[in-house]
């Protein structure tokens, strides 16, 4: 080992991993994916036949999505179609419930407050931040720019 | 004067201490694995009537500790010392073990070495006269690691090729300073190797180095080869670590593909249940040691071991500020035969 200095080992080492399967990965991302996508779109669809407006329905769709989405991970079934989804499920509505539900379920044991509570956003709270905060940045070049108009 | 000492990191033990018994408790997981029929206690449920992980794991190591003064025969009253280790912050499974056992106690924080460096120190302790009877211990559980180290259990998260599975389950060996052997014989303690590896999904690669750099000075400083080894297994290197132990062990001039393993291959089947590189944690060494080793010695099979727990020392708090992890491993020879 003397005779190799950590940059070299660093690159010798990654070469030792296994390759991820990009390939499978992304498939399957774009397959659980889309198929939350099309899941949300018949509750839009059905939602429509009852006789809701457009704005009811997108807030309905979403709180139904973040109800399922919370409902399998708290009986244990989530987190196998994130192994499975990666991205795919990640990203969709129902992975932003999974990353709240989580925690707040596992922190559960250290109390309410500083357990469920406390701990609940330690997944979700950057997507939070960094996403009302960006809302907020694009919200006021709107105004800057159509200021007048 | 140490005359103990041979070479520059190796103690040799002049009246080497013999283990007196061993026990193993595991988790469901372990117990479907390969070794599933060289452990004492397996698992149903790795919650075991508790009512947290952490809690759990208090219970798996406190049964696997009792189990080994059984299975010596021995009552806790005859044990002087404790020395045990386990991952999680403070090491609270220790100590609070320690709170049931009414045994005085050292705590350890050797992460995944802790089962050598309290074999290394209830060793040392016994042939330097301090001690007739020891126990040394350590474990870990899959769910109370990953909540510390990772992400909670039910998020939907993906696992690189690279990441081990963190071994539910403690192991217990009861050391003392006459019995039938097996005998630990040398004891090569590791400095702390860091080739500047941050990714903790890669610990396999970060570790290597440090048992690579363990064993060589082995063989230097008791003059040994490989073929003086029935077996030379590392703790949990994993696949990744075994690939780069293997070949640059190679270059070093040492070939021990004959003669190695590594206690993270060995306990899962990591294609069967989707493990990736291996299991990890201080529980992995603990149980293939105390139960597939130690039996495979007893039995003769295999004679003359040396067994290498690596352990990567980080938090997550530091590899979040970006530094790298600082990695061990010490070496520990057991014998069934002493000269």
Request: charged share 20%; hydrophobic share 40%; glycine share 12%.
């Given at each position: 080992?003397?005779?190799m200095?950590?940059?070299e080992y660093?690159?010798y080492?990654?070469?030792?991993?296994?390759?991820p399967?990009?390939?499978?990965?992304?498939?399957?991302?774009?397959?659980?994916?889309?198929?939350?996508?099309?899941?949300?779109?018949?509750?839009?669809?059905m939602?429509f036949?009852f006789?809701?407006?457009?704005?009811?329905v997108?807030?309905?769709?979403s709180?139904?999505?973040?109800?399922?989405?919370?409902?399998l991970?708290?009986?244990?079934?989530?987190?196998?179609?994130?192994?499975?989804?990666g991205?795919?499920?990640a990203i969709p509505?129902?992975?932003?419930?999974?990353?709240?539900?989580?925690?707040?379920?596992?922190?559960?044991?250290?109390?309410f407050i500083?357990?469920v509570?406390?701990?609940?956003?330690s997944?979700?709270?950057?997507?939070?931040v960094?996403?009302?905060?960006?809302?907020?940045?694009?919200g006021?070049?709107?105004l800057?720019?159509?200021?007048g108009r | 004067?140490?005359?103990?000492?041979?070479?520059?990191q190796?103690?040799?033990?002049?009246?080497?201490p013999?283990?007196l018994?061993?026990?193993t408790?595991?988790g469901?997981?372990e117990?479907?694995?390969?070794?599933?029929?060289y452990?004492?206690?397996?698992?149903?449920?790795?919650?075991?009537?508790?009512?947290s992980?952490?809690?759990?794991?208090?219970?798996?190591q406190?049964e696997?500790?009792?189990q080994?003064?059984?299975?010596?025969n021995?009552?806790?009253k005859?044990?002087?010392y404790l020395?045990?280790g386990?991952l999680?912050?403070?090491?609270?499974?220790?100590?609070f073990?320690?709170?049931?056992l009414?045994?005085?106690y050292?705590?350890l924080y050797g992460?995944?070495?802790?089962?050598?460096?309290?074999?290394?120190?209830?060793?040392?302790?016994?042939?330097?006269?301090?001690?007739?009877?020891?126990?040394?211990?350590?474990?870990?559980?899959?769910?109370?690691?990953?909540?510390?180290?990772?992400?909670?259990?039910?998020?939907?998260s993906?696992?690189?090729?690279?990441?081990?599975?963190?071994?539910t389950?403690?192991?217990a060996t009861?050391?003392?300073?006459?019995?039938?052997?097996?005998?630990?014989?040398?004891?090569?303690?590791?400095?702390?190797?860091?080739?500047?590896?941050?990714?903790?999904?890669?610990?396999?690669?970060?570790?290597a180095?440090?048992?690579i750099?363990?064993?060589?000075?082995?063989f230097?400083?008791?003059?040994y080869?490989?073929?003086?080894?029935d077996?030379i297994?590392?703790?949990?290197?994993g696949l990744?670590?075994k690939?780069?132990?293997l070949d640059?062990?190679?270059?070093?001039?040492?070939?021990?593909?004959?003669?190695?393993?590594d206690?993270?291959?060995k306990?899962?089947d990591?294609?069967?249940?989707?493990?990736?590189?291996?299991?990890?944690?201080?529980g992995c060494?603990?149980?293939?040691?105390n139960?597939y080793?130690?039996?495979?010695m007893?039995?003769?099979?295999?004679?003359?071991v040396?067994?290498?727990a690596t352990?990567?020392?980080?938090s997550?708090i530091?590899?979040?500020?970006?530094?790298?992890?600082?990695?061990?491993a010490h070496?520990?020879?057991i014998?069934?035969?002493?000269?």
């Amino acid at each position: 080992m003397d005779n190799m200095n950590n940059k070299e080992y660093q690159k010798y080492a990654e070469r030792k991993i296994p390759k991820p399967t990009y390939f499978k990965n992304i498939l399957y991302a774009f397959v659980v994916g889309g198929a939350i996508c099309v899941f949300g779109q018949i509750i839009r669809n059905m939602l429509f036949k009852f006789g809701l407006d457009e704005n009811s329905v997108t807030i309905a769709t979403s709180i139904i999505l973040v109800f399922v989405g919370s409902f399998l991970t708290g009986i244990g079934i989530y987190d196998k179609i994130g192994k499975i989804g990666g991205a795919g499920a990640a990203i969709p509505i129902t992975g932003f419930a999974n990353s709240i539900v989580s925690p707040a379920m596992e922190y559960k044991r250290e109390g309410f407050i500083f357990g469920v509570a406390a701990r609940m956003f330690s997944i979700a709270g950057p997507v939070l931040v960094y996403g009302v905060g960006s809302s907020v940045i694009v919200g006021i070049l709107y105004l800057i720019f159509t200021k007048g108009r | 004067m140490a005359e103990k000492r041979i070479g520059l990191q190796t103690v040799k033990l002049s009246n080497p201490p013999s283990i007196l018994g061993t026990a193993t408790v595991v988790g469901p997981k372990e117990g479907e694995g390969p070794l599933k029929d060289y452990f004492d206690i397996i698992l149903e449920d790795d919650m075991w009537g508790q009512e947290s992980f952490e809690k759990s794991e208090v219970k798996i190591q406190e049964e696997a500790i009792k189990q080994a003064i059984f299975n010596a025969n021995l009552s806790s009253k005859d044990i002087e010392y404790l020395f045990s280790g386990d991952l999680l912050n403070q090491i609270i499974t220790s100590s609070f073990t320690a709170r049931q056992l009414n045994i005085p106690y050292f705590g350890l924080y050797g992460a995944c070495s802790t089962m050598t460096e309290s074999l290394s120190l209830g060793a040392m302790i016994i042939d330097g006269g301090f001690a007739d009877k020891v126990v040394c211990a350590t474990s870990s559980h899959f769910s109370s690691a990953e909540r510390q180290f990772r992400f909670p259990l039910e998020y939907g998260s993906q696992r690189p090729f690279s990441a081990q599975w963190t071994v539910t389950g403690a192991g217990a060996t009861v050391l003392a300073s006459s019995g039938n052997g097996p005998y630990i014989t040398y004891i090569t303690t590791g400095k702390i190797v860091d080739f500047g590896i941050k990714d903790a999904n890669n610990m396999g690669g970060a570790m290597a180095p440090a048992a690579i750099d363990t064993i060589s000075q082995h063989f230097k400083d008791t003059g040994y080869s490989p073929d003086d080894y029935d077996l030379i297994i590392t703790g949990d290197l994993g696949l990744v670590g075994k690939r780069i132990l293997l070949d640059l062990m190679k270059k070093e001039g040492y070939d021990l593909s004959k003669v190695y393993s590594d206690c993270g291959i060995k306990i899962f089947d990591g294609v069967e249940q989707d493990t990736h590189a291996g299991g990890s944690g201080c529980g992995c060494a603990a149980v293939v040691f105390n139960g597939y080793i130690y039996k495979e010695m007893l039995k003769k099979n295999l004679n003359k071991v040396l067994l290498v727990a690596t352990g990567a020392l980080h938090s997550p708090i530091i590899t979040l500020q970006g530094e790298s992890i600082p990695c061990i491993a010490h070496a520990v020879t057991i014998d069934n035969l002493i000269d």
